[in-house]
Structures are given as structure tokens and as C-alpha cells.
């Protein structure tokens, strides 16, 4: 069956969300559609090009996904489709979708070159339109023509050297935790036979959790999460309150020999 | 495929919404369930008309829509199911499908005549049961007994002359932009070889873009939005907080021979 | 069609639900996923417990439900899997589950017992993985070693006399509605024959409505709710908020012959 899944910063007080739910369900009815998420904060790139990038491959391959944030984009920039890890994506060349892989695209295409679609709502009208008619089969090369490249901004890089691993907290997530974008690869190798310090705000430790639950309630855990990333939180409390972190904010990792 | 909608003012936190799907999937688990919207401020029936009045119509003909908004009614007010646009509607008649479209109802019942239901819950136990059979195909007249008129209240509205059009905010929606009900049409014949200035709070301005990206970050834009309102905001701000102006304000257009 | 319900606490603006829903469309596309709530105040058991209790039912028998609430739960908590009242639960032994039903168990396993799995995400490694399962027709006692008993606290008591019923606010829903402990059949029982005064702050009423809008509005209502349970608020208005009341409140109900 064929998926498609929605990624807006819409919100679920208005009409947006469900107009595009309509649209898709007009067009063709066997399509399964899956919220990722209504609540990215309005334009902002980052928070969801982080929750796409955590998410999108846990669909099935061949899985489009719609992305309406920051839709109408900077001036100049056109509705694109591009298939990617063998996902599909639609959405505006805001920048937004260069940031969900490293890896290179396998076709892309400008959404509105064959018809010019003049609207402000282009989540329903050109993105929505899109996915339903790639969720169906219809290639790329028959909606759009192809593109050289696409919209690659350069995201917060990882300092790692063979003393200190200088990262940055990449995203609070709803429970206040603080998920970094240091991974457990670079750890890995440059841990080896040393001891280390994590450092955070005035905090300091020298421990690494596996389980969240490792800590006692109120205290700091750190753990490698699900998406290979250090994250630090306090179990059962507000990490990003109680501590006063926040997005951007830098977590150090210190190698003593 | 069968399509029932949900629009409500129940919140995400409660078993309301939940109650209402399960009742359905119950009843006819081949019907596909779509939400409108959970977050409609509690009983505030006119942001409820506004967000189904500006979608009901992008689903397909007899998608089925249960409006649990002010569920209770007034006193005296009863549910009532009615066939309107070829869409069908099951509700409270508290006045809120009353709002949804100026085109005359095709068909209109009292639901609770046949069966007389005492509930609290009446979106669980008489408009969700009524919505699964009206959606499975049970006429309206097998539901209850025809009644002549349903609760009409007067909208907002705008006031045209050729020197001037004033209406009102309808909608503040997520993202903070300013929906009026001044419609594309009547701007379009009053315009014609005429110069104009639109004028909220204290801003006036020349200019109807035809994209929102057509303003710059933090300007206001200007558009006649996919509703054929006119809608101000502020790209990529919240033009609500950041203009002062809410729900019910005035906004006018005079025109200059 | 099989069904998996989802609860957890996990906010709508992480990638946290869409990967547990992505995960059960991995594994088997043909199932329906149903949203119960994910605004679930974090490591809420209280909140989590009442609003399945109150819904659960309501689903179809067989429905397999997904509890990722306080999922990691206190240390030496182990995931387990039920079957309670013909429906299936699956989710952490953090004592949450042992909140929903007064029935004895029909089934208990430990989820863990066969394959250890090591994650920090087990909503969606432990507990999807064997809910698609379930739901699918595999027998819980194929998915782990049975279990004797899982966690039973004790929940808050209605004290119940000839003389005065007392019981506590056990929910405050979205509409500031102040839902009780105090059941119907209680009441129906020690009411017979007798005039009564419900107490709650400083208010004394006596009477209990059978509607919401049998009060005026800015007026105290009281009523059995549809889960049987005597619930106060205001009609159109906020009780909670207006009253000063919240959960774990007292409210009581005291006869006179």
C-alpha cells in the first residue's frame, strides 16, 4: 500500500492540515496517509529537518513524504520532488531537505516547471497533488524537470579530535531532554582505553548510561540514544529547565589518556 | 470508501476523541476516519464554522462530517443530521452548521426523534452512531423525522461600496496571519481603474501580492489567500502579536477614482 | 482487521509517535493504528491510567493497546504484555496497567524473557514489535515467559457510609470539567429515600442534572458522566480554573434521612 506522510508547521487549530489530508484522499483513496508531525514551530528548518531526518527511514522504502514547513520558501526558491535513500520527498528547496541525509540524491526535479501552479496554500496544491501521483507510480522525470542539485546548507559540524569531542545540543525534545549531535561512532573510536569527562553547563561526568532508568529520578542521564546521538536529560524531570540549556548550547566530551 | 470527519473541541489529552473513533470502528470498521481538528477553542462555534466551512468542501462528495463543537447545545437545541452540498453534517443545532454555507440544505432531520438517547456524550452516542450509518448508507429519513428549518445566525458582514469595502478579522489562524471576510470577488469589481489603499490599525498599503514570499522577512504582506479572503501577516512573524490586531478587528479598502 | 491503539506521553513535535507508527507499518501494513492520546503529561501513570480505563472498552475485543508512558519505567521494571477483559495491553510494569481494570488477567508474560533488547526507545523496539504481533495473531505465550502478577497499586478509595459519600477529583479534563471518583451505583444505592448535599470548596448543591446545559451558563453543573462518575463543572465555562479546584480534590456527598 502506498504511504504518504505529512511534515507542517501548520499547527491543528486550522483547516491546513486537513485540506492536505483531503486533497490526497480525493485524488486517490487506497492511500495511507501518517502524521509525522503538526507542530514544528512555524519556518523553522532545523526542528524539522531533525524530526525528518530521525523518522524517515523507519517508513517502508518507496514512502513519500510531504514536507509543508517554511512552504513559500525565500523568494526564488521553487517546489521540488526528489528521491533520496530510496524515500521519496516533496516540498519547497527552502534548504530544509538538504539537511535530512548526506547521502546524494538518486533523481530531482522542479515541482513546477511542466504547469506554473499560482497559490499561496501550495502544501495542497502543488506538494499534495505531487505525492499522491508518486505514491501511485508516476516517475519523477514526468512531474517536474530534472534538477542539477538542490538547496545544501551546511549544518553544525562536530569538532573531534583525539582530546575533546565539542558538540552542539541539536534539539529539546517535548520531555526536556537534550539530544546533541555527538555520535556514538566518534565516541567510540576516541574513547578507547582512556577515561573521559562529559561537561555540559557546570556539570560534569564520567559516566555513560545504556538505559534512561540508570539514574536515579532527578538525576542527569546521559545514554546514547536510539538515533546514535549522546543525549543528556534528568530522569523524570525537565533537563533543558532545570539545568537552563537550551538549542545550541555546546556539550563537551574531555579525553584524559 | 466510506469517510467520516471529525471536528471537535475535545483537546488531545482526554479519552473523548478516542471514545468517538472507537464507537465507529466498532460499529463498521471498513469506514476511514479523518480529523478536521481537536483544538477549536471550547465551545467557540464560530472558529469551528470558520475551519469547516473553509475545508468540508475539499473532501469528497458524502464524506460524512460529525461536528462535535458546544455539543450540549442551548437549551431546547437538539441533534439534528442534514444533507447540505452534497456533504452531510451531524451535529448540535446550536447555530454552528448554520454558518457553513449560504447554499439551502438538501435534506434535514432531527436525529434523537426516533430513538430518544439520554447521554452526556451525545458526539459518542448519537452523532458518531448516526455519522457510521448515514456513511454506510442509510438515508437521512430512516435516522429521525424531517424538520423544516435548522438555526440560522447572521454572520459577520462585509460592507461594499464603491468607495469602500470594511469587513472584519474572521480568523486569527497558528501562524498568526489575519483572515478577513472580505472575499477576492467583490475586490475585483470594485478595483476596476481604481487605486486603493488597504488599512489596518494604524498601517495603510498600496500593494496585494499574489505570494506570500513576495514580502520580505518581517514585512506585511497582503494576499488574497486560497479561500479568496483577504489575509494579512507578517512573512515569517506573527503578524497578530506583532500588529496588535485580533479576532473581530476592522480592515478596509478605500479606493481612489 | 487488527487494530493497535497508541497512548504514550511523548508530545507531537518529536519524531518519538511517527517512528512507533512507522515501525508497525514495517512490520505489517495491513493494520489499523488508532491515536489515543500522545499529550499525556510525561511519566503521568495517574493521567495514562484514567484515560485508558475510560476508553479501552470502547474498542473493538482483541484491540491490541500500545502504553508508552513512563516506558522505562523505575529500575528492575520490566516490559511486559496482558490480556484483560479480552483486549491486549502492552507497555512497561511501572504499575500503570495494574490501574485500568478490577478484572483478573486472562494472560501475563515478561516481553524481555526471550530476546534481551537493549534500547533506550522501547515503545518502539519492544513494545510495536510484539503489539504487530499480537495483533497479528501470535500467542502472547510465544512472545515470553509467563508472568504470575504485575504491578498492583492501590488507587484512590471512595470512602462510601449510610451517612456521606467522599471522593476525590481524579481528572481534570480539557474544559476544566472536575471528573470524581464517586460512582453512580454508590450513589443510586445510598440515595434511596433521602434528600443529599454535594460539598465541594466552598459550593453545596442539591441537585444532580442528567445534561450539561440543564445549567445556565457561568452555572455549576453536576451530572453522572457517560463513565458513570459524578463530574462537576460549569457550563461554557472553566471549573477548574473558576472554582479553585484541581486534581485530587475532595468532593462529597452527604444524606439526610
Known sequence: ???????????????????????????NPGIRIEDISHKIKPNDIGHAAFVLRAVFRDFPKGTVHVVGVDSAGGRGDVPIA????????VGNDNGLLGLISE?????????????????????????AVAAVKIASGVSLSDLGKPLPAFKKMIDR???????????????????????TNIPKEAFDILSKGK?????????????????????????????????????????????????????????????EE
Chains 1, 2, 3 share one sequence.
Open 157 to 179: 559540524q562536530v569538532k573531534a579530535t583525539k582530546k575533546q569531542i565539542t558538540g552542539t545540543i541539536v534539539r529539546v525534545d517535548s520531555f526536556g531532554n537534550l539530544i
Open 103 to 127: 547521502k546524494p540524491h538518486q533523481n530531482l526535479i522542479a515541482l513546477n516547471s511542466i504547469n506554473i501552479i499560482n497559490t499561496t496554500f501550495p502544501e495542497r496544491d502543488i506538494f
Open 82 to 89: 526528489l528521491q533520496l535513500e530510496d524515500h521519496f520527498f
Open 195 to 255: 577515561t573521559f569527562t562529559v561537561q555540559f553547563g557546570g556539570e560534569k561526568f564520567r559516566r555513560i548510561h545504556t538505559q534512561y532508568n540508570q539514574a536515579d529520578e532527578g538525576e542527569c542521564f546521559i545514554v546514547f540514544n536510539s538515533l546514535g546521538l549522546l543525549e543528556v536529560g534528568i530522569y523524570k524531570g525537565n533537563a533543558s529547565e532545570l539545568l537552563g540549556l537550551d538549542y545550541d548550547n555546546v556539550v563537551n566530551i574531555i579525553f
Open 1 to 27: 500500500m502506498a504511504i504518504v506522510t505529512l511534515l507542517t508547521d501548520s499547527g491543528e487549530s486550522d483547516h491546513y492540515v486537513a485540506a492536505i489530508k483531503a486533497r490526497i484522499i480525493s485524488i
